[in-house]
């Protein structure tokens, strides 16, 4: 069964520190997709990316970027020159196929603090 | 484009109710999945519904069912209510591109 690992449960920096989160997943399908969400304390799930197993290149979105290492199934998250509004929960995520319908599996969630 | 909505966002009741929740997909999307989360088991499919059928299903008991309109709008239900069904509950729709849009919950408490 697929499995995702988030574990930093939760990490606190001061604002401009550059910060990694953490994800390794297990899963025996060949092909899968990734995901990573930020969940404001409003609730919503916040889509950040969504990354295809056959796709190991690096990416990077402003002060976001991230890693895939499919050798080690890591799937890290850098935050870059952190701000006060970075701070939420984020989860990571892996595909889960079934009769051609996905499921995501999720990790526990990363709380991270961002203080002024 | 409006967002993926879900209503109502807060709702209270109490054991051996039921609940209906609501959800409206991205304009455009067909497909819908609805997740639960809880503080112990975090964050648990429990159904996708496709043009109107249920594609999958997670490990839930019977208690939660679900169905989408023709229109794409999704609702779900929970019959008998527990203390452990309290939870947010989360709608999702996908386009495309493969791209999961949640909206921002359905909070529940049950007493």
């Known amino acids: 069964a697929q499995k995702v690992t988030q574990a930093q449960t939760e990490i606190s920096v001061v604002e401009k520190e550059d910060v990694t989160l953490d994800c390794v997943y297990e899963t025996r399908d060949t092909t899968y997709y990734l995901f990573w969400y930020k969940q404001p304390p409003s609730g919503e799930l916040v889509f950040l990316i969504r990354?295809?197993?056959?796709?190991?290149q690096n990416e990077i979105s402003g002060r976001y970027s991230w890693n895939f290492q499919k050798s080690t199934s890591s799937f890290n998250f850098t935050i870059t020159a952190s701000q006060v509004v970075d701070s939420a929960v984020y989860f990571c995520a892996l595909s889960e196929w079934k009769g051609g319908s996905e499921k995501l599996v999720f990790g526990k969630g990363t709380k991270l603090t961002v203080n002024p | 484009k409006a967002g993926v909505t879900q209503t109502p966002r807060y709702l209270i009741k109490t054991r051996g109710q039921q609940v209906t929740l609501s959800c409206s997909p991205i304009s455009g999307h067909r497909s819908v999945s609805w997740y639960q989360q809880t503080p112990g088991q975090g964050l648990q499919f429990l159904f996708e519904y496709f043009s109107e059928t249920q594609r999958n299903k997670g490990n839930f008991p019977g208690r939660f069912s679900g169905r989408q309109f023709s229109n794409s709008r999704s609702e779900m239900n929970v019959s008998t209510l527990e203390l452990g069904d309290s939870a947010l509950y989360l709608c999702?729709?996908?386009?495309?591109?493969?791209?999961?849009?949640f909206g921002e919950g359905s909070r529940l408490t049950v007493l």
């Open positions: 999702a729709s996908r386009g495309d591109t493969g791209e999961l849009f």
């Open positions: 990354r295809n197993s056959f796709d190991e």
